[in-house]
């Protein structure tokens, strides 16, 4: 049944539906037609608005389009078209009727450690589209020296099909590329390789690194790298000190913990030389060691994890909108007094750099916009939920590290931490209407309105006892409605 009346024309393409908001870009579902009644679906990725003024990013856009385009292989997805429209840039690429990894990994956990088998078979289909990146040469046959930098969990897609493609080569690295550009880390930290966190020199083997990372955890079902801090998390990442695999997961052979190994190493000389030689190695071991998959497999297993979280979905749907415990964090920065210093940066590209930090901390986004946004931490036992605690020290450290970016690029801070518990509907994971001004999510933008003259984050007394961090200080009893008061806590 068309649905053409709900369609939102977008230049020549007609957006369905938003797939996901970024820090950078939103992603949407979209139709293309044609001649004879021809249709296709793709995806829209389209600069945010806040960014499309941004000079550096929109040629970090256009680079990206530049380079994908050139990587036609089955395991990359494919980029179609680069435009504009009324000052919008976006980009078309092939829509992946799937889930990325991450998602893959957290629903998959109810149901026990990921396949071997099928763990070696992602990881392999995903070299096979590195070598053909690294290896990829322009049309005088002169190497592009291509490196995606950003190999992690969200940009490895799973199609129902049982296909394995990377996507978002937004950060990635090429020869033509102005050298300006690789001056700045970017990406997620906890996927980093040793000499990216460190800004160095970077070729293939930095890949492979993320890559180790990737196979890794899912095998062992456990996060390699990740901390509570970004600088903790960057540390161990310098370290790169690798626990035994088979501590965690005794069926794991010696020889599969050595090409782990392998492609963790410290040392980049260490690594596997190439893309190509890490998939010779697994190729051999998984035939040694029987353990063979396919595309069926693959979307055998994809289909259990849909009909498991479906089954635990229709046990919690007794009661739409059952109370969820949540941690909320609104922030926002603001430009100093015309008598102080110019900031050193654009609040476009602050709020880019807050937003990797959230994702680093695995909050999610639900408002953004240019210096200011609102993330919450759902809390529990469910995949993709942290117990309140967690919630709340993810959270101060957060909002901590955006006070410091920001103070350090010439910009004051206003924040508010507030936990509270919030009905947030399976479905649209969002809770009823007029949500925005309702709770935690009011109180927490009210104690950022608060803090703006004074430049620190607020918490409030629950929340500070949950958290139990020394760093907090008592700021006083306020009155917050009428005649109810509260007291506030200062992270300082």
């Not at 998939?279 to 040694?288: A, I, P, S």
Request: aromatic content about 6%; proline content about 4%; some cysteine.
């Amino acid at each position: 049944m068309s649905n053409k009346g709900a369609e939102q024309q977008f230049g020549e393409y007609h957006l369905l539906e938003k797939i996901a908001t970024g820090g950078m870009a939103e992603v949407w579902r979209a139709r293309a037609y044609g001649m004879a009644g021809f249709e296709k679906i793709l995806v829209i990725k389209k600069v945010l608005d806040t960014l499309s003024k941004d000079d550096e990013f929109i040629k970090l856009f256009i680079d990206e389009a530049r380079i994908s385009v050139q990587l036609l292989h089955v395991n990359i997805v494919q980029v179609f078209d680069l435009g504009e429209v009324d000052g919008t840039y976006y980009m078309a690429m092939e829509y992946v009727h799937g889930l990325d990894l991450a998602r893959v990994i957290a629903r998959s956990k109810p149901l026990g450690a990921v396949p071997i088998a099928l763990a070696l078979f992602v990881v392999a289909e995903v070299c096979k589209a590195l070598q053909f990146a690294h290896e990829r040469a322009d049309e005088e046959g002169k190497p592009l020296h291509i490196v995606h930098c950003d190999i992690s969990p969200q940009n490895i897609l799973l199609s129902y099909a049982g296909e394995v493609k990377i996507t978002d080569f937004g950060i990635s690295r090429a020869a033509f590329q102005a050298s300006g550009l690789h001056d700045v880390i970017r990406g997620k930290y906890a996927y980093m390789s040793p000499e990216q966190v460190d800004g160095k020199l970077l070729d293939g083997r930095s890949d492979i690194f993320s890559l180790g990372i990737i196979l890794f955890e899912l095998l062992t079902g456990r996060r390699l790298f990740k901390a509570k801090t970004r600088d903790e998390t960057l540390a161990r990442v310098r370290r790169a000190e690798v626990p035994s695999l088979r501590a965690y997961r005794p069926e794991i052979s010696d020889d599969l913990e050595a090409v782990v190994l392998k492609a963790l190493a410290l040392r980049k000389e260490d690594r596997h030389p190439s893309a190509g030689a890490l998939l010779d190695e697994l190729g051999v071991l998984m035939v040694r060691e029987g353990h063979r998959a396919t595309n069926n497999d693959l979307a055998a297993f994809l289909k259990n994890v849909l009909e498991a979280g479906r089954a635990r979905a229709e046990v919690r749907s007794d009661k739409p909108g059952q109370p969820t415990s949540v941690v909320v964090l609104a922030a926002e920065a603001s430009p100093p007094p015309r008598s102080l210093a110019s900031p050193k940066t654009t609040l476009s590209s602050l709020t880019q750099e807050w937003s990797g930090m959230v994702s680093e901390a695995e909050g999610e986004i639900w408002e953004r916009e240019e210096g200011g946004m609102l993330v919450v931490w759902p809390c529990g036992k469910e995949p993709g939920q942290v117990p309140m605690k967690e919630a709340l020290e993810r959270a101060i450290h957060v909002s901590a590290a955006m006070r410091k970016t920001a103070q350090q690029t010439g910009y004051r801070v206003s924040a508010g931490v507030a936990p509270g518990v919030a009905r947030i509907h399976s479905e649209t994971r969002r809770p009823g209407e007029g949500w925005e001004l309702a709770g935690p999510f009011y109180l927490a933008r009210w104690m950022m309105n608060l803090s703006a003259h004074r430049g620190r984050v607020l918490l409030t007394e629950v929340g500070a006892k949950q958290a139990n961090d020394a760093r907090t200080t008592l700021l006083g009893r306020i009155c917050i409605q009428g005649s109810r008061y509260i007291n506030l806590y200062e992270i300082g």
